[in-house]
């Protein structure tokens, strides 16, 4: 009798600690955060007197209706001034939600800006399997269409580049920009074919975008000399150890590298925690949600 009274105790422990756990983690996902980086890309002189280009990365916003906090949070980050704007994707979470990623967006649309998509923006979330997630199998997409026509034009006719499968070359605060991105390549729509090859020599930055760092899109813009790639969609691992140290990727990147900013070969690479999650998983653990601001710096001498 003591031995089952012991069991059940264990057991309403457990229950209780997963409980705490869970609803910790649903609190996170209202914690967000800005990340920043320096990184002394530019030939002296580049800038002109001015102290930094600056880049803001916003990606895997996944979002749905009522998120009024999320929306207010990412309005805010035009008070940053950034004289570019990146979105690596990912931006839905409902059939219902463009209306709220325009209204979140809204001022950053006003600044130059390039974007690519990831599936989440073509086909709706679908209910997880936890154990399914963390032993790092691909999930089929639900193959329910999203609007994200309507998504893409409202960005485009705002002034924003849709850099997929497409080369961009165009110039913002004095800075000669060299732009290229690939489709989501998570579930192998990247074509990086169409765009292969060096960066135009007279950019002063080249910048590859892509959804999902997949290794074969990542060594490819690194082979043909970028400077930095931009990516989102591992959520920084979603549920991590202390330290943000990620359990799984959701991608065949490796786990030291599921977030933040990071080499890649002779290439820069920063991967964003992302905004936002799946609405059929609201929790984030050791994982706060976050944007990067990169200040882009001339090099010494």
């Known amino acids: ?31 967000f955060r800005l990340k920043t980086y320096r990184l002394p890309l530019l030939a002296p002189g580049t800038l002109r007197g001015a102290d930094a280009f600056s880049i803001l990365h916003v990606s895997d916003l996944h979002m749905i209706p009522g998120q009024r906090d999320k929306i207010a949070w990412v309005s805010a980050l035009d008070a940053l001034n950034p004289d570019l704007v990146i979105n690596t994707g990912d931006n839905l979470s409902d059939v219902r939600g463009v209306p709220y990623v325009l209204e979140a967006l809204g001022p950053l649309l006003d600044r130059p800006g390039a974007f690519v998509f990831g599936t989440n923006d073509y086909w709706a979330p679908r209910p997880v399997n936890p154990l399914k997630y963390l032993s790092g199998s691909k999930r089929e997409p639900s193959y329910v269409d999203l609007p994200w026509e309507g998504m893409r034009a409202a960005f485009v006719e705002r002034g924003w580049r849709d850099a997929t499968h497409q080369r961009l070359e165009f110039k913002e605060a004095g800075v000669r920009l060299a732009l290229a991105g690939v489709d989501d390549p998570h579930h192998d729509l990247d074509r990086y074919e169409e765009i292969a090859g060096t960066p135009n020599a007279d950019a002063d930055l080249s910048i590859g975008l892509l959804h999902a760092p997949y290794r074969r899109v990542l060594s490819a813009f690194e082979a043909d000399g970028y400077d930095l790639a931009l990516a989102g ?14 359990l799984v990727t959701n991608a065949d990147i490796d786990r030291e590298r599921a977030s933040g900013m990071h080499r890649y070969g002779g290439m820069w690479m920063e991967v964003s925690n992302g905004l936002g999650t799946s609405k059929y998983a609201p929790v984030r653990i050791f994982c706060r949600p976050s944007a990067a601001l990169i200040r882009v710096t001339e090099r010494e001498g």
């Open 233 to 246: 969609h591992t959520h920084g691992g979603q549920i991590c150890l202390p330290g943000e140290r990620a």
């Open 1 to 31: 009798m003591k031995t089952r009274h012991t069991v059940y105790l264990a057991a309403g422990a457990a229950v209780a600690a997963g409980l705490s756990t869970l609803t910790w983690g649903a609190a996170e996902l209202h914690k």
